[in-house]
């Protein structure tokens, strides 16, 4: 699956979930990288661009469904139900599709559980302001 991107060529360059799996998993760990694909679709998500948000975790999770953690770092997971909640959300709200909500707020609840168990009271209250929002 690729997602258009924005350039400042003449055509379009593209980012394929493919692509960054490629270039993240030579020197991390799956944890390491879930992480790093989080901030970059953090970063995505403030821009709007949710579709490359999608794709930056498309190895652990499509829209819809509850993200695989097989394997993670409570830390990494935390970040994943996290992002993935966020994400799940806005796209829910913006293209109004119905039940969505409800897991987005699961998911957002879920980074609650583990960010209080890891004693991160910061990321916990993250997730709890993105509930209220």
Same mark, same amino acid.
């Given at each position: 699956m690729k997602y258009p991107l924005q350039t400042q060529g003449a055509e379009p360059a593209t980012l394929s979930a493919d692509h960054l799996d490629r270039k993240l998993e030579s020197s991390l760990t799956n944890s390491e990288r879930v992480l790093a694909c989080c901030m970059i679709a953090r970063g995505h998500l403030e821009a709007g661009d949710y579709d490359v948000g999608c794709a930056a975790l498309a190895s652990w999770w499509k829209f =819809? +469904?509850?993200?695989?953690? $097989? *394997? #993670?770092? /409570?830390? @990494?997971? %935390?970040?994943?139900?996290?992002?993935?909640?966020?994400?799940?959300?806005?796209?829910?709200?913006?293209?109004?599709?119905? =039940? +969505?909500?409800?897991?987005? $707020? *699961? #998911?957002? /609840?879920? @980074?609650? %559980?583990?960010?209080?168990?890891?004693?991160?009271?910061?990321?916990?209250?993250?997730?709890?302001?993105?509930?209220?929002?």
């Open positions: =819809g +469904e509850w993200p695989t953690q $097989a *394997g #993670l770092s /409570n830390r @990494a997971a %935390a970040e994943l139900l996290l992002t993935v909640g966020i994400l799940n959300g806005w796209i829910a709200s913006t293209r109004q599709v119905p =039940g +969505e909500q409800k897991q987005a $707020a *699961g #998911l957002l /609840n879920g @980074a609650v %559980a583990l960010f209080e168990q890891l004693g991160d009271r910061v990321k916990a209250l993250e997730a709890r302001i993105e509930l209220a929002g």
